[in-house]
DNA sequence: CCTGAAAGCTCTACAGC
DNA sequence: GCTGTAGAGCTTTCAGG
């Protein structure tokens, strides 16, 4: 596993892939004030780390025919929306999602209206809902960019800033950071509770 | 301008592309049957028509200790919708908008609660706003896909398929296809009527 | 944690069909 | 519209600081 603090660099680095992944990374290196083989590297760290998440290519969907997508705002009562963008999250029609502290989730979904409501009936069953509507989508945008107040791992326990005393943690298939070794005790412990409560 | 029909391959090497972008030319021609300048050439035609916004990285902002982000849910009078999303789309802060048929506008944006009121304070200004809420965002996740039932850029006039009779428009900065000169002219019409409403 | 050089691949003309 | 080839340029490994 590598080293998991990240730097004003490797900000910089994402920064500019995110604009145009194209880019060499000679390009890259020289206006980050490096060389191809060290920008290379931290790359392939910070995909490592799951900070890159892929490499991919944003297709205007808009323009083809094909484009039939429906957004669901679904209210629910707080605790259990984690776990219904969890899966959605895994659903492949399922374009975006946002979760809110008030427990709202919402969902792009790529799928006629029948389609929709099937899918949603099965994932809402049994859970506590407030409100559920269902709309089609005229237009969507997508925009990305780094914002990047401190840019640092911060600790799944404490919050803190991680950094080269911080471990990585990869737990069913997902991977968290943790600060110390006492957040990571009381964090599996926690994470522990938490799966008994999804089961029960 | 290159030629503007899209085929069943090109389908396939979006959705190679999509999957991983740092896949290299010749190993998407093994795969789809060509040879590696083939496939350069078509995803170069690809970008030129706007089919292929952009080559990016996904950055899992999660992980971050920067995530502040609001959603904003506005429900306007339909037919004010469209230009709060084309104005939304221009802010730097506003990773994504989703407009729907029924003049539903959602965007996802990252700042703190006083910018994001500020910010929509003036953009509100002079509408007629049914509801408006902003919420903090805990979660969100982005899959990208293609979904592809009938692959082919669709007329923005009638509808109809694009073959290579099609037109490609470049009005305002934004691109349109239209299938035949007919529709390209009762296009011009209607955006020219469209842009003096929006002014008046 | 970085550099510099070197080997191996990848991209993209271009000529030919 | 596609192929094959060939040169330029890219990535990545590795020795060295």
Same mark, same amino acid.
Request: charged share 35%; hydrophobic share 40%; net charge negative.
């Given at each position: 596993?590598?080293?998991?603090?990240?730097?004003?660099?490797?900000?910089?680095?994402?920064?500019?892939?995110?604009?145009?992944?194209? %880019?060499?990374?000679?390009?890259?290196?020289?206006?980050v004030?490096?060389?191809?083989?060290?920008?290379?590297?931290?790359?392939?760290?910070?995909?490592?780390?799951?900070?890159?998440? %892929?490499?991919?290519?944003?297709?205007?969907?808009?323009m083809?025919?094909?484009?039939?997508?429906?957004?669901?705002?679904?209210?629910?009562?707080?605790?259990?929306?984690?776990?219904?963008?969890?899966?959605?999250?895994?659903?492949?029609?399922?374009?975006?999602?946002?979760?809110?502290?008030?427990?709202?989730?919402?969902?792009?979904?790529?799928?006629?209206?029948?389609?929709?409501? %099937?899918?949603?009936?099965?994932?809402?069953?049994? %859970?506590?809902?407030?409100?559920?509507?269902?709309?089609?989508?005229?237009?969507?945008?997508?925009?990305?960019?780094?914002?990047?107040?401190?840019?640092?791992?911060?600790?799944?326990?404490?919050g803190?800033?991680?950094?080269?005393?911080?471990?990585?943690?990869e737990?069913?298939?997902?991977?968290?950071?943790?600060?110390?070794?006492?957040?990571?005790?009381?964090?599996?412990?926690?994470?522990?509770?938490?799966?008994?409560?999804?089961?029960?």
């Amino acid at each position: 596993m590598p080293t998991v603090a990240l730097d004003e660099t490797d900000a910089e680095i994402l920064e500019l892939l995110i604009e145009d992944a194209s %880019r060499s990374y000679r390009e890259i290196a020289d206006r980050v004030g490096l060389t191809a083989p060290t920008v290379s590297e931290r790359v392939e760290r910070m995909r490592e780390l799951g900070i890159v998440e %892929r490499f991919t290519v944003a297709v205007d969907q808009s323009m083809l025919a094909t484009q039939d997508a429906r957004l669901v705002e679904v209210q629910l009562a707080p605790g259990d929306a984690g776990t219904l963008a969890d899966e959605l999250r895994d659903v492949d029609v399922v374009e975006h999602v946002i979760r809110t502290e008030s427990g709202r989730v919402l969902a792009h979904v790529h799928a006629g209206e029948p389609e929709v409501r %099937r899918l949603f009936a099965d994932l809402l069953e049994g %859970r506590d809902v407030l409100s559920y509507d269902v709309g089609g989508v005229v237009e969507s945008s997508w925009n990305p960019d780094l914002r990047r107040g401190e840019f640092a791992i911060s600790c799944v326990e404490c919050g803190k800033e991680v950094d080269d005393d911080g471990l990585s943690l990869e737990i069913d298939d997902r991977r968290y950071f943790v600060c110390c070794e006492s957040c990571e005790e009381l964090f599996r412990e926690r994470y522990a509770e938490l799966q008994e409560g999804a089961e029960g």
